[in-house]
């Protein structure tokens, strides 16, 4: 890209290797990008820095940061300690409920190999008490 003062949304879109509508709808989002500079005919001007910037963003939103984290980033110039992307939460959330689905099988399973109830009172129709053989 040629060295110059501003650049047009298309060649912003071009530099960061993302669809122009992505960075319309960034500027909307992310307050950052709410003050950008305008010519006569109310056309966005664009600096390397706000290129570089948009970079930032399409980095943050391929790691499924949320808006407001992306904000609150550019805002105070880092993430809170313990924040991460919702995708990084539900995968979390996810692993820990495969794990409990995993536990119960094996409960499962060892409740319908191990234990054997007494049987049935036929003449009564009660069930008997049973205990567990492991």
Known sequence: MIEKLYYTRKEVAQAVDCPDASIKHWEKEISLFKKIKRDKHNARLYTKENIEQFKEVKRMREKRYEVEEIN???????????????????????????????????????????????????????????????
């Open 72 to 134: 609150r980033f550019f805002k105070t110039g880092f993430l809170e300690e313990g924040s991460s992307s919702n995708l990084e939460k539900k995968t979390e959330a996810i692993l820990k409920i495969q794990t409990v689905i995993s536990k119960l099988e094996g409960l499962k399973e060892l409740i319908n190999t191990n234990l054997q109830p007494t049987g049935l009172s036929k003449s009564k129709g009660e069930i008997e008490p049973f205990e567990a053989k492991i």
